[in-house]
């Protein structure tokens, strides 16, 4: 990414201020080892530190110490050399021959500089159009936070902002599952506290407790507000994003055979109609870079929810997946196959034969089970048996879905002293898995889902991209607006569904219809799903192969360039929506105007936050083909836009 804001040396003086590691003593760690209050490492634990250099630009330090009793503990304090980000997680391990006294409320904390702070908070995916929703609040009293379910999105974002009067601080929390954060008042700052939500166990001997992993990012508040949300960006595409081979994920368009033979979902598919469909896209001179196959291509009987026999329906896929990973591979399309292995449902394979790798619900016989991945036997299973299954199938994107709230079982099945444990060992699994899958598999990649973005936490975020980022809106085109407002800012890559859910009177449904040049607008993302059919009209087509090339163009440039918001977005079907990608290294960018469906006035006039002074712009609407040369200063101030209703224009343009 060529970011126009480049890291100063006055954000790196900040720090110091974000948590950096200064002694044992001082690892920014607290909780209660049966009667003890434990802060740091301390002096008994007799604690070492060790460092190396992970790469050029990242310094690892390891601050180890274990008690006379066996109690480990082990920090993992990493600092970016090219950034002013600071990272902390830690993990206490049982190396003793018997049970541990209780230890409780395991939190990396400590003191955040920062005058006049304002606490720039989210409710995640809500499964709701009340979702992807900001919120500021002056930390005058404690804060907490934490996600309503046992997933790490729904209810409670684990990416936050404090704004100072002279800096700002991006917090983010990796773990996946329900985490806490609780902010409050401290003299010159805020005291930073996070932890898991639930924490009351002992630790069985040869048994690791892990914390959520925290990064700190700190940078000076200039006069150019767009500053932090840019140097975040540029700091998330270099260490953060998987990469494809080694090479940043470009932009990629999705296709697939969905609800084939009018059954929901892949309950329909078989492997002659996903062949054909797909080779029906490559006739019509539309190939994707992904082929989809979503959920139900194993035995489910027409009901995709049927998730824990993990093998190809043989009466629909007699060759298994097999043939069509092998048309994907000889046509240089990538094979994107679901999974959801964590839910079972009662009479699955997995309940039958495993029943002992499961845990359930005490109050209802019929709830879905869940995989426990604490469970070595079953993590084991997992990993060997999914493995062998993506390289029979050749596929090259593995796509993860959690559709169910795993809290109660977690609570249901925990004694008084292990409260916490169960969930803390299934994280630990859930995160080997995906390692083992990616190391195991040269070029793979993770597509993370659980209902849409309820499991997109910054640990999963290093692992995956959120293809899917929610199960909400993909047809009403404000609620989507303000979803990518978000994700444009925090998580830069996704993916987003060419639907209109609009009625002819300007209000929104779920009817879909087959997209137009507006649907395509509305779904300007890095990566894009064409809900075109397979065998669809030649005029469909046509629309499609047009616009496929506006939007790569820009989905390029979302990719390496900085981010500008142009508009308020409020769910609203009267409000216009506007935006900005500019690169400049490249000397290009883009610039973005919708005019929603019940939007007044007419016109919008555009005050663009990004104009290189001294510069030729040379404006051009590739869909009219039109263009016009503007200076600097007339690009500055007389950039007004008319449009229809349910209209949208990108002007792309060049700058010397």
Not at 147 to 176: K, N, V, W
Not at 380 to 399: D, Q
Request: glycine share 6%.
């Amino acid at each position: 990414m060529n970011s126009r804001y480049s890291v100063t040396k006055a954000d790196f003086a900040l720090l110091s201020d974000i948590l950096k590691y200064r002694n044992p003593k001082q690892v920014p760690l607290h909780f209660f080892y049966g009667e003890r209050e434990i802060c740091g490492i301390p002096d008994d634990f007799s604690p070492t530190v060790t460092y190396r250099m992970l790469t050029a630009n990242t310094v690892q330090y390891i601050i180890d110490g274990t008690d006379a009793n066996g109690l480990n503990i082990r920090a993992e304090y990493l600092e970016y050399r090219d950034y002013p980000v600071t990272e902390w997680v830690v993990f206490i391990t049982n190396k003793g021959d018997k049970d541990t006294p209780i230890i409780r409320d395991v939190r990396i904390e400590g003191k955040l500089i920062c005058t006049s702070p304002v606490l720039e908070h989210g409710n995640g995916d809500t499964r709701d159009k009340n979702g992807f929703h900001f919120f500021q609040d002056k930390v005058d009293k404690s804060i907490c936070l934490s996600p309503t379910t046992g997933t790490s999105c729904q209810g409670a974002f684990p990416y936050m902002t404090l704004h100072g009067s002279d800096r700002e601080i991006r917090a983010a929390i990796g773990f996946p599952s329900r985490w806490i954060a609780e902010i409050s008042p401290a003299e010159g700052g805020v005291r930073f506290s996070c932890g898991q939500a639930r924490c009351h166990t002992v630790l069985h001997t040869g048994e690791t407790y892990r914390t959520p992993r925290l990064n700190l990012f700190a940078y000076t508040n200039d006069s150019a507000p767009y500053r932090g949300i840019n140097i975040w960006r540029s700091w998330y595409f270099k260490h953060i994003i998987p990469r494809e081979n080694g090479q940043p994920i470009p932009p990629k368009l999705c296709l697939h055979n969905w609800c084939a033979e009018g059954k929901p979902e892949f309950t329909g598919a078989t492997e002659d109609n996903q062949v054909s469909a797909l080779e029906d896209y490559l006739r019509h001179d539309m190939k994707p870079d992904i082929w989809w196959i979503d959920a139900g291509w194993y035995p489910c009987d027409g009901d995709w929810h049927y998730t824990g026999t993990w093998r190809p329906d043989p009466d629909r896929f007699p060759n298994g997946l097999t043939p069509i990973g092998e048309l994907c591979e000889a046509n240089d399309i990538q094979f994107l196959i679901w999974f959801e292995p964590e839910r079972v449902k009662k009479g699955t394979e997995l309940d039958t034969e495993h029943p002992d790798w499961l845990l359930k619900r005490t109050d209802n016989e019929d709830a879905y089970r869940l995989l426990d991945l604490g469970n070595k036997e079953a993590l084991n299973w997992l990993i060997t048996h999914v493995n062998g299954l993506i390289k029979e199938f050749h596929a090259s994107i593995y796509r993860q879905d959690f559709n169910f709230d795993p809290a109660p079982i977690w609570e249901q099945n925990e004694g008084e002293d292990r409260i916490g444990m169960l969930e803390n060992l299934h994280i630990q699994g859930y995160l080997a898995y995906w390692d083992s899958l990616i190391l195991n598999n040269p070029g793979l990649w993770i597509d993370s889902c659980a209902s849409g973005g309820r499991r997109n936490d910054l640990e999963t975020m290093r692992r995956s991209v959120a293809l899917h980022y929610t199960d909400v809106g993909y047809g009403h085109h404000p609620v989507k607006q303000k979803q990518h407002r978000e994700m444009f800012e925090w998580m830069p890559y996704f993916r987003a569904h060419n639907m209109s859910w609009d009625k002819p009177d300007g209000t929104y449904g779920t009817a879909n219809k087959p997209p137009v040049e507006f649907d395509f607008h509305c779904a300007l993302a890095p990566a894009l799903t064409s809900m075109y059919t397979y065998d669809d009209t030649e005029e469909h087509f046509e629309i499609g192969r047009k616009m496929e090339l506006i939007w790569r163009e820009a989905a390029e440039l979302e990719l390496s360039g900085d981010y500008y918001p142009l508009s308020e977005c409020n769910c609203d079907p009267h409000d216009w929506y506007a935006m900005q990608f500019d690169d400049p290294k490249s000397r290009r960018g883009f610039i973005q105007v919708i005019r929603n469906t019940l939007a007044e006035p007419d016109s919008y006039h555009l005050n663009l936050p990004c104009v290189h002074d001294g510069m030729t712009y040379i404006l051009t609407d590739r869909e009219s083909g039109e263009s016009r040369t503007l200076n600097a200063s007339e690009l500055s101030r007389a950039l007004d836009v008319k449009l229809n209703k349910r209209e949208g224009i990108i002007f792309f343009y060049e700058y010397n």
